[in-house]
């Protein structure tokens, strides 16, 4: 009798020293290829506020920051009354981004998402047609290096290009790294997989809130995060091709070789019975998305929700110079505050369901939004309610937007067949990126209203903990391979012993 993928790695480990590895190296390209690129951008398209030189015109004494009711006056005074603050260097500084052109700093951060959204469509069906492993180390490469060389942009619109190429990049390897993560993981441990591979996400903006502190010229602070991303690219050569991919794809003394390598590294035996291979169909593309009510259903539901996490997660992550307090502290305090909601997230995953999980997370995200936009008015001239804001938003809504944000990940991969897995994913995380270039100017909506941005936050996050209450539940199941034991609900075995006779001569061999 044939096994299933999962059948196998549950019997020479499901998360066993093999994937602790491989998730020790995708902490690290999330990290380097991600979290500095990206977080980076609350430092070098930050503005350090201004403040007066001639007090014939300009009569303030203090630095004047975005949110205060004066911050506006510059505009109608001469531009030699006024200076930036010496706090720091920026695109903000160096372009002279003010007034008019006040919104371009922001426009430098919202285009990395642009750039998102078009590298998560168009390359989510390349990496379901020619593995996972090509479009991840290619475009990741791709992002290091663009990140790095817009440390020399001689103009704004310069910046902003290579920026937006690097947001493609991303946009481009997360997902097939993340489905890359998924796919080696057994049905025990894929939750825990999908949950501690973005530690070192959090670790590294840490420790990216220590390097501009130290490092205020921009230009020399994307050097320095830039260059280890390049490098570590050469991981191209040691990762393996996904093996579900490969069954997939008929591709079996490949996938048999690599789950061997599996079971020698985790001191297991490979088993001895054949592997199930999935039965050949065509890919999934995005009409597939809409096959069936209940497939329709599971798209917007999971649309709605990676929207709503990504715009409360982001939207805090780029507020954070704007809350009050120091913003090297409160990225630090943000990303510190996010670190315990992987761990969580890897122990909710193996004792409870999916959905109740998502709910309650983003229930209590919402506390923290609401709970910050009722201390708003008073931490402006109270440091107890001050302190008050910055932990109901950089740790309590953060928190568990970054345990939802962790837990729809997981929960998207194992909704769709893997045929069609990518391409969900991809739709998936383009919805997610619309929100994230809206959030890059979360912080402008306090010229309009000092609630906006929480009071938004806190309305996404309710409508999405009760949409994912709709969802089908995904924990302890078998991942789907597929697309018609989806639509149909029909289980792995008995798909399995419809296939039973159908081995090719290639497994006859080896067998």
Known sequence: MKLTTDEVLERIGSFGRYQIVLNIYFNIAYALWWAFPVMAMVFIASEPGWKCKNNSTCPFTDTISLGDDRYKHRCDIPRQDWDFADDFTSVVTEFDLYCKR????????????AGF?????????????????????????????????SAFSPAFWVFALFRAIVGFMIGAYSI?????????????????????????????????????????????LVIVTGVPGIIFAAGYF??????????????????KETLSKVASSNGTEMPDEPIYLPKEERLGDIRDLFSSLKMAHKTLGCWFMWFAVSFISWG????????????YSNVAISAAASLPSYLICAVLTVWFGRRKSLFISFFVASLGAIGALLMTDKAEHD??????????????????SGVA??????????LFPTALRNVAMGTSTSWARVSGFASAYAPLLLEIHRFLPFGIMAGLALAAAVICLTLPETHDQP?????????????????????????????????
């Open 117 to 149: 959204i078009a590298g998560s469509i168009s390359v989510s069906p390349i990496s379901d047609k020619f593995g996972r492993k090509l479009p991840l180390f290619v475009c990741g490469f791709f992002c290091a290096v663009f990140n790095f060389v």
């Open 102 to 113: 006040g919104a371009l700093g922001f426009v430098s951060t919202s285009v990395i998402f």
């Open 238 to 255: 040691f990762i393996p091709e996904s093996v579900r991919w490969l069954l997939k794809k008929g591709r079996y003394t490949e996938a």
């Open 479 to 511: 991942m789907i391979e597929d697309l018609s034991q989806d639509s149909n609900d029909k289980n792995h075995k008995q798909d399995e012993n419809l296939n039973a006779n159908d081995v090719t001569a290639e497994e006859n061999t080896l067998l």
């Open 316 to 327: 805090i992550s780029f507020s954070t110079p704007f809350v009050g307090g120091s913003v």
């Open 383 to 400: 440091n107890g309610f001050l302190a008050g804001k910055i932990f109901m938003s950089m740790v309590v809504a953060k928190l568990s």
């Open 176 to 220: 097939p790294l993340f489905v890359l993560t998924s796919e080696f993981s057994g049905v025990r441990r894929r939750g825990t997989a999908g949950s501690v591979v973005w530690i070192g996400y959090e670790v590294f903006v840490m420790l990216l809130a220590a390097i501009a502190y130290g490092i205020r010229d921009w230009r020399q």
């Open 405 to 414: 944000f962790t837990l729809v990940y997981i929960y998207a991969a194992e």
